[in-house]
């Protein structure tokens, strides 16, 4: 009996539990990808999280990882015992020329990217699966005003939304679930040559994004909008404009005093374009400073001066844009040596002493380490080679600069024949040629790459770069509104036109990793790279590094010694910096491949020559991942050419108009450097309306503007022979 109660008592509760269960509606997680699940991932991601990202290390939850932007990774499954079982897990084609900089965010499993022309993806970060992709359909012409190639450094997040500085200058806010546009701000003077292609940061609950455009003579400044809605709450100028009209503020009328001339004229410079940090217990805002415009300070600021604050470290109150203080790099820049370049905030020993640093590898070729309460300078050594200055005096924080630093002196370069600069150039090192090169060059002894701090081996991964360049002045200048004007001559930069040797002054471009003790101020250990502009660093807890190379390789190296553990075909060349990610405990490893930026654009030979043509991917690899990438295609056929009856004149002639206006974009020796189109394969086709295309602008839309109002009919008709007769010396070459 009592049996036969209890079986009547159980079985009625597992029935009342059947209704139950049933009378519920059923309970189902949405979507992994689902606009719901995105949005209730990200909508509580603010100040907070990313100042504890330690605690979720399986996220990515800011460009730099964390508020002091150090891009290492607590994760450690992959480390340096399983590292060599990597394999790709996924790839996403971005159907992209252009170069990819940018550095992706993911959050619970979501991946946020950027692509050229500021496109933003949303991808399931398993499998590499869409979302959405949002396209702010930047005008292509905008291209023309981008130094450095239409690339774009990343989006940034905040309670459930994402946002992006767009090409053109707007900042543009989405919402993260379905990637539809919230708010558009416009940042810019629109009739200006601003761009933006940094990624914003946020700090409570502001947004804040600098500019592009020193190259072609603005003003720069970075502004704060409100996340919420976009309205600018503040603006903080690195330079100041014209006294007349009266200085925004004191820390404006006190950088007039350090300038001369008419600089405003000129736009001054100063573009915020990349680097910035945040210490929440300071309170600081630091943000890197970029190059004088005009670069060449002989003609922006005739009597010199520090002209405060190029190339500057500044720190800033994030709630209301007041400048706190200053350190200078690069005092009175003439060199386009911007401290725009990654900064990263530590607390390192030095002399027995815990001290709150900052850390930079500016262009200039010195690696400093600054107290970021006060902008004191603690210490500086150069971190390659450097011929503009000795060293950094340790009483004033001052480079002192050598004789012929300011490039006072005509290069020895500018008056030589092609034949005679054959003659003295092809004994290398160059004989009799004192002042001829500098280093760093423009693209600097380290550029936007992202270097990375890991805390466990104390070391800061540089991606450095060893360049020479013939600085010296332009004959004749005269500024031109909104074009390139960096009052310095191109051309002596130019191929040399005898193959052999510029083959050797291309072999003399080189880069490589510096792993940097940055309390002793020197290189620990170095990896050499075959070529030149190489990605960004990832350092991780599993005492690895990560990087792809411009030849195409994505390595790992063991992080102590700089040994090589593991390498992998990328298909292109690499310069975007890598991420780590976990989901479900399984680590990935994720990096935006693609070759381009200034250096493809801008360093003709010796970026071409790597032959790594542009294929866009977002690559991701696991340990054990399977997955592969397509074969690659051929598509080195050369076509035809017009005949031209130019004389060797018109062909020097064309040369040297070429390297003032279209040597920027399409590189010394016309060749494009992979990302744009190589004019030596440009056809017959293309050839019958060169003129419509330089002068009437009828590839605007793809990017390629009217000169017209700079090229007269004449310096046309010789541009096309000097790109006809590049043309030919290819062909030449090939034939061999
Ligand atoms: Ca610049």
Same mark, same amino acid.
């Given at each position: ?35 719901? $699940? ?12 990313? $100042? &504890? ?23 450690? &499954? ?41 496109? #933003? ?16 359909? %930047? ?10 190639? !239409? ?35 416009? /940042? ?8 933006? /292609? ?24 970075? *502004? ?66 970029? +190059? ?14 520090? +002209? ?22 690069? =005092? ?7 401290? *725009? &370049? ?30 970021? /309460? ?6 500086? +050594?150069?971190?390659?080679?450097? /011929? ?10 001052? =480079? ?9 002196? =005509? ?83 130019? =191929? ?27 290189? %620990? ?19 690895? @590094? ?36 976990? @989901? ?13 930026? #200034? ?57 040297? *108009? ?11 020796? %016309? ?13 017959? !086709?293309?050839? +019958? ?34 790109? @006809? ?12």
């Amino acid at each position: 009996m009592r049996t036969f109660i209890s079986l009547s008592v159980a079985l009625l509760l597992v029935l009342l539990a059947v209704f139950i269960y049933q009378s519920q509606p059923p309970s189902v997680d949405p979507a992994f990808d689902s606009a719901e $699940r995105i949005q209730k991932v990200t909508g509580t991601l603010n100040g907070d999280r990313i $100042r &504890q990202a330690d605690s979720e290390p399986q996220n990515w939850l800011a460009h730099g990882r964390t508020y002091d932007e150090s891009r290492f990774s607590p994760l450690s &499954q992959i480390n340096t015992t399983n590292v060599n079982q990597l394999g790709l897990a996924w790839s996403y084609d971005l159907n992209s020329s252009r170069g990819l900089e940018a550095t992706p965010i993911v959050v619970d499993g979501i991946m946020f990217s950027t692509a050229a022309w500021s496109i #933003v993806y949303a991808h399931d970060a398993r499998n590499g699966k869409l979302i959405w992709k949002y396209d702010p359909k %930047v005008p292509k012409a905008w291209g023309a005003k981008a130094c450095c190639d !239409a690339v774009n450094r990343g989006a940034a997040l905040w309670e459930g939304r994402v946002y992006v500085g767009t090409l053109d200058g707007y900042l543009v806010a989405l919402d993260a679930g379905t990637g539809k546009e919230l708010w558009k701000v416009n /940042t810019i003077d629109r009739d200006k040559p601003y761009t933006i /292609t940094g990624a914003p940061r946020i700090v409570k609950g502001k947004v804040i994004i600098g500019n592009g455009g020193a190259e072609y003579g603005v003003r720069g400044y970075v *502004t704060a909008y409100d996340a919420n809605t976009g309205k600018q709450a503040w603006r903080f100028y690195t330079v100041p404009g014209n006294p007349a009209d009266g200085f925004e503020s004191d820390a404006m009328a006190k950088a007039a005093k350090t300038w001369s001339g008419e600089w405003w004229k000129y736009g001054g410079g100063g573009t915020a374009w990349d680097s910035m940090a945040y210490d929440p217990e300071l309170d600081l805002l630091y943000v890197g400073t970029g +190059n004088g415009s005009v670069w060449n300070q002989s003609v922006r600021s005739p009597e010199g001066g520090d +002209n405060l604050y190029l190339s500057s470290i500044v720190a800033l109150k994030p709630d209301t844009g007041e400048y706190v203080w200053h350190y200078q790099t690069t =005092p009175g820049d003439s060199w386009d040596y911007t401290a *725009t &370049q990654h900064m990263i905030l530590a607390d390192l020993n030095i002399d027995g002493t815990k001290r709150k640093v900052l850390m930079q590898a500016p262009k200039n070729g010195f690696f400093y380490v600054i107290d970021r /309460t006060n902008g004191q300078f603690i210490s500086a +050594n150069n971190y390659v080679p450097v /011929t503009w200055a000795t060293h950094v005096d340790p009483e004033t924080g001052r =480079p002192v600069e050598t004789a012929n630093a300011r490039y006072q002196a =005509p290069n020895p370069l500018a008056t030589l024949s092609p034949e005679q600069l054959v003659a003295v150039l092809k004994p290398m090192p160059p004989k009799d040629l004192e002042g001829a090169f500098h280093k760093p060059s423009p693209f600097g002894g380290h550029n936007w790459q992202p270097m990375s701090y890991n805390p466990q081996t104390g070391l800061v991964y540089i991606p450095a770069l060893d360049i020479p360049y013939a600085y010296g002045n332009e004959p004749a200048f005269e500024y031109q509104d909104g074009r390139w004007n960096i009052a310095i001559n191109w051309q002596l930069n130019a =191929p040399t036109g005898d193959a052999e040797l510029d083959a050797v002054i291309a072999g003399t471009v080189r880069g490589h990793i510096a792993a940097w003790d940055p309390v002793a101020q020197k290189e %620990v250990w170095r990896v050499q790279h075959a070529g030149s502009w190489n990605g960004g660093i990832l350092s991780t807890a599993g005492n690895l @590094i990560f990087q792809g190379t411009s030849h195409g390789q994505f390595a790992a190296y063991n992080a102590e010694t700089g040994e090589q553990l593991w390498t992998t075909e990328a298909q292109t060349g690499v310069v975007a910096p890598p991420i780590t990610y976990s @989901i479900d405990g399984e680590q990935y490893i994720t990096v935006v491949a693609g070759w381009g930026g #200034v250096f493809a654009l801008a360093a003709g030979e010796a970026a071409s020559n790597i032959g790594q043509k542009h294929r866009g991917r977002i690559l991701t690899y696991k340990i054990g991942g399977q997955a592969t990438l397509p074969p690659l295609e051929d598509d080195t056929t050369l076509p035809e050419l017009p005949e031209s009856t130019a004389s060797a004149e018109q062909i020097l002639q064309g040369k040297i *108009t070429y390297h003032r206006y279209c040597g920027v974009c399409h590189g010394p020796g %016309v060749n494009g450097g992979g990302v744009i189109p190589d004019l030596r394969f440009m056809g017959e !086709a293309k050839h +019958n309306i060169f003129n419509d295309i330089v002068l009437g602008g009828a590839l605007k839309d793809a990017g390629m503007v009217s000169f017209a109002d700079v090229i007269s009919e004449d310096d046309a008709h010789n541009i096309q022979a000097y790109i @006809i007769a590049e043309g030919k010396r290819l062909r030449a070459l090939r034939a061999e």
